[in-house]
């Protein structure tokens, strides 16, 4: 059996979300979160696939359009867009009031940040002998080429999960494009796509 | 360019609050630079490019790492804590308060037809990710079959991220582990 069709399986059974109340799902969840943080390569846009995997199938806090929904969100707030991981936590915890929903939040994005900034503390107080180490070297050479796989991946599965009819892929290719041409700042791209939603010119 | 006396952790938090601050709207990179370098010189244009380099060479967030990066140039650990703390608490605090209303209201038709909208821009930011950096490839083979077998793994047979960079990583590095002037 393929992974997709497991997936396909496991969603199609009832997919219970978890209880962060009890506290050993909530060590799991922290725990998930403390482990991928330093595999955030490319500036964290990489975990997104990992995000969904996580949110979607595995404890099924949300739905594939909701993770659409806290994407655009993330994206249009400010501050770094990675800062979806506290909308995640949020999701996994909404259910159970929103005391528990910023709770959550809080704790999920600590525990993304944690582990990469105590590594970049130790990166900026030794960086002089990081320099030239053919290690620094082999890594940035060799982990470029694999980053870049990955967000290719995350770009498609994105797309996949926000669009759904020809109107919507369309507009998707434009800002695309445009984001790659032009320095227009990308609120300009969402304003005017939610004001094409808003118009029903673009559906779900 | 002169650099000033180094900035206490209060100044640090501040003046990180106030990049963050700036830069609602966009521009996080250069509002951090425009503050950091060209205000309150706490840096000097050189280093400041050397803590781009780093922040974008390691794990993280790159403006995040930066923060960082400027916090503990100057005072270690705690620096860096309170630089994240600056450059964090006001973003995340509007993001908390978007996120909530989006999990209480997003079943409202209004809400639901503009997000319908919102979602198609995003979904083309996240496309142009991989476009945005892949010039730097095009002219390597071995690079463009790294990231080709990558995107099968993960896309087509759905391998885990942790599991493809603790394989292909290593394989990448060794390929790429600089021998003299064969490269």
């Known amino acids: 059996m393929s992974a997709a069709a497991a997936t396909a399986t496991a969603a199609a059974q009832a997919c219970q979300a978890v209880h962060l109340s009890d506290w050993r799902n909530l060590l799991a969840v922290i725990w998930d979160f403390l482990s991928l943080s330093l595999f955030s390569l490319g500036g964290g846009n990489t975990l997104l696939n990992e995000y969904h995997h996580m949110a979607v199938d595995q404890y099924c806090w949300l739905s594939s359009r909701q993770f659409a929904d806290i994407y655009a969100i993330a994206e249009a707030a400010p501050g770094p867009s990675s800062m979806i991981v506290g909308l995640l936590g949020m999701g996994a915890a909404v259910k159970e009031g929103p005391a528990w929903a910023l709770l959550s939040a809080v704790v999920a994005e600590v525990s993304i940040l944690l582990p990469s900034t105590l590594l970049m503390v130790v990166a900026a107080l030794s960086w002089n002998r990081l320099r030239n180490s053919p290690w620094r070297v082999a890594f940035e050479r060799g982990l470029g080429p694999i980053t870049l796989g990955i967000l290719f991946s995350v770009g498609l599965k994105i797309l996949r999960i926000s669009d759904h009819d020809t109107p919507a892929y369309a507009v998707s290719l434009v800002v695309c494009v445009l984001m790659l041409r032009t320095k227009i700042s990308p609120l300009w791209f969402m304003a005017v796509a939610g004001a094409m939603g808003a118009l029903g010119i673009v559906n779900r | ?183």
């Open chain 2, 1 to 183: 360019m002169t650099t000033s006396a180094a900035p206490s952790r209060l100044q640090l938090f501040l003046g990180m609050q106030q990049v963050a601050l700036s830069s609602f709207g966009g521009g996080l990179s250069a509002w951090s630079e425009r503050i950091v370098v060209e205000d309150r010189h706490w840096m000097s244009k050189e280093e400041f490019i050397t803590g781009l380099t780093v922040a974008r060479l390691f794990p993280g967030p790159n403006q995040i790492n930066m923060a960082v990066y400027i916090g503990s140039r100057f005072h270690g650990l705690s620096g860096a804590l309170v630089a994240l703390l600056g450059i964090l608490l006001l973003p995340f605090s509007v993001l908390l308060v978007l996120g909530l209303s989006y999990y209480y209201l997003h079943e409202t038709l209004a809400v639901d037809r503009v997000l319908a909208g919102v979602i198609t821009a995003s979904a083309g930011m996240a496309l142009s990710m991989g476009f945005k950096i892949a010039g730097a490839y095009t002219r390597d083979p071995v690079a463009l079959l790294l990231a080709g077998v990558s995107f099968i793994a993960m896309s087509v047979f759905h391998v885990r991220l942790v599991p493809l960079v603790l394989v292909a990583g290593p394989l990448a590095m060794a390929w790429y582990w600089p021998r003299g002037e064969r490269r």
